[in-house]
């Protein structure tokens, strides 16, 4: 149970530390919390039987910092929404082309007579 929990921890705080230096660092949380969990259940565990390795202090060594970064990058970075001007203005220019081309089109009308559709045999 105990190398179930640890090595659980230790995979939660790996990716806790990957996803918190990746631009989506909000979602680094989840895996962060889930360290914490099973590192204090292994700890729980180890502190029973006596053997606290370190493998589990560095769990807790590597969640604190996934922790701290995204602490950092959620205090310190800004979202900055961009003009969208030019993204309409290409939207419009690429709506005009496809109205021009449509345009060019030549389609012929074609002319279809009733008696022509009740000779067609129908399957059913």
């Given at each position: 149970?105990?190398?179930?929990?640890?090595?659980?921890?230790?995979?939660?705080?790996?990716?806790?530390?990957?996803?918190?230096?990746?631009?989506?660092?909000?979602?680094?949380?989840?895996?962060?919390?889930?360290?914490?969990?099973?590192?204090?259940?292994?700890?729980?565990?180890?502190?029973?039987?006596?053997?606290?390795?370190?493998?589990?202090?560095?769990?807790?060594?590597?969640?604190?910092?996934?922790l701290?970064?995204?602490?950092?990058?959620?205090?310190f970075?800004?979202?900055?929404?961009?003009?969208?001007?030019?993204?309409?203005?290409?939207?419009?220019?690429?709506?005009?082309?496809?109205?021009?081309?449509?345009?060019?089109?030549?389609?012929?009308?074609?002319?279809?007579?009733?008696?022509?559709?009740e000779?067609?045999?129908?399957?059913?």
């Open positions: 149970m105990k190398k179930l929990f640890t090595t659980l921890a230790i995979l939660a705080s790996i990716l806790a530390i990957i996803l918190s230096v990746l631009p989506v660092s909000n979602l680094a949380v989840i895996p962060a919390i889930a360290a914490l969990i099973f590192g204090l259940i292994a700890f729980y565990l180890s502190k029973k039987t006596g053997h606290i390795k370190k493998i589990i202090q560095f769990t807790f060594l590597l969640t604190i910092m996934a701290i970064i995204i602490t950092y990058k959620a205090i970075t800004e979202t900055e929404v961009s003009s969208t001007k030019g993204l309409e203005a290409t939207e419009t220019k690429l709506e005009e082309e496809a109205l021009e081309e449509l345009e060019g089109l030549e389609i012929d009308e074609i002319e279809i007579d009733e008696t022509e559709l000779d067609i045999p129908f399957e059913e």
